[in-house]
C-alpha cells in the first residue's frame, strides 16, 4: 500500500459510500461527496500516474462515490494522514456494514479529475470491487458521525477494538465462508477479551452488553449466542 501527496492538499477517492454533505471526521480529513462521471476511459487513463495502475484506475473510477480530502501544513503530513485514512475507511466500513475502497489517490478533488491530473493507485489488491450500490448516509447517519465519530475514532487506540473493526470490515474480502465467519469471531472474542470457557463467557457477555437491564431478552440472546 502507497500514499504519497506532492502538496499540502490529497484526495483519497473512495467507493462503497455515498454522502451528500461535507462532514469534518478528524483535523485535516474531511468525508465528501464526489462525483467521477465527467470522466471518461481515455481522460482517465491519461491522469495515471504509473502504467501499472491503468487497471485500478480503469476499474475504480466509475465506482468513485465519495472522498476523503486531506489537508495538512506540508506534503509530508498530509501523505501521513493519507496513510492513516484507511484506517477512517475500515471503521466506517464497520459501523455502516459496507464495504468501502479506498484504492485511489489523486491530487485533486474527484470533480476537478482530468488528464492534467496525478491519479495513482493506492495498492492494487481490488479490494471493495463488487457490484453492491453504495451505502447512503442519511440525516442521521451524518448528524451521528457529527457528534460521535471522534469517540469511535478515539476507541481505535485500544487493541481489541481496533481488531474487532479490522475483522468485521475486511471479513468480505474472503472467498470462503468459513474463513469470513471465523474472522468475525476472532473480532468478538477479541472484544470481550475472553481465552478460556469461550462458549460460555462470550454469550453471556454478549448477553450483558446488549441487554443489560433486561433479564429475559438476556437468557434469550445467550441462549442464541451459545448454539450460534
Known sequence: MKNSAKNNETFVLLNGLSVHVDIQIADGIALQPADTSHLDFNTAISACSQPDDIAVVAAFIPRVSSQFRITAVSPREASILAWNSSWDALLLSAIFQTEIGFNLQSDSSACDLSEDSSLRAIHRQMSGFNDAQ???????????????????????????????????????????????????????????????????????????FLFPDDEAERRSVFERVKKL
Open 134 to 208: 453504495p451505502y447512503k448516509l442519511t440525516s442521521n447517519d451524518t448528524d451521528w458521525l457529527s457528534k460521535h465519530y471522534i469517540i469511535a475514532r478515539g476507541l481505535m487506540e485500544e487493541d481489541s477494538f481496533q481488531t474487532a473493526v479490522h475483522c468485521l470490515s475486511t471479513h468480505h474480502w474472503h472467498p470462503h465462508p468459513r474463513i469470513k465467519l471465523a474472522m468475525i469471531w476472532a473480532g468478538i472474542e477479541g472484544l470481550f477479551g475472553a481465552s478460556s470457557e469461550i462458549r460460555f463467557r462470550i454469550s453471556l457477555y454478549m448477553a450483558r
